[in-house]
């Protein structure tokens, strides 16, 4: 990364507001679960989904707490058939902690972590009408200074019998280790 001014400090990005970020325990599940719940338009998952991604996916999720309350998830997963790139499942921020960068914050503490440095794209789907979580995904591009592409991936029609919304395919990459910076 050639310019200084975006460097990313992970002590004060976690250090910020008397928010802790951390890796999710199993003991979590059940917050995350209820967070995910309380953040429409988000598909909702199973306890046990999210109990399994607090446990089996803790390393490339990220979990925000305040006073002991969970008050953001960020999951995610290595692509199976491509470990360079991390696919972001959902992002839930609390209502009363939005606008505030937390989602940023998740993100970056996950792309940070030594044992994510050799992944070099993000890949993510997010609804036309998502404003919200295109801002957070451009100004990430933005941040690791690299390229954005999008591309239809799942379509109301031919996926989801009318039933959801088309879901795009968000391709940032590739960028450089984070931790190396």
């Known amino acids: ?9 992970v002590e004060s990005i976690n250090s910020v507001n008397d928010i802790s970020i951390r890796t999710p325990e199993l ?13 429409p338009p988000l598909d909702t998952n199973s306890a046990y989904c999210n109990f399994l991604q607090c446990l089996h996916f803790s390393d490339t999720c990220a979990l925000a707490e305040k006073n002991g309350q969970v008050i953001a998830f960020v999951s995610g997963y290595r692509v199976p058939s491509d470990s360079e790139t991390l696919f972001i499942w959902q992002v ?15 993100l970056h ?26 801002a957070v995904f451009q100004r990430l591009a933005e941040q690791l200074q690299a390229k954005s592409e999008r591309t239809l991936l799942m379509s109301r029609e031919h996926h989801f019998n009318g039933e959801h919304d088309d879901e795009t395919l968000l391709a940032i990459g590739p960028f450089s280790s984070p931790a190396t910076r």
């Open 92 to 106: 839930a921020v609390g209502e009363k902690t939005r606008g505030h960068g937390l989602a940023q914050r998740l």
């Open 27 to 39: 003991t979590d599940g059940m917050a995350v679960n209820q967070l995910i719940s309380n953040c």
């Open 109 to 134: 503490h996950i792309v940070s972590r030594p044992a994510l440095s050799d992944i070099r794209y993000i890949h993510t789907t997010i609804s036309p009408g998502n404003n919200a979580s295109w």
């Open 1 to 9: 990364m050639e310019s200084t001014e975006k460097c990313i400090d």
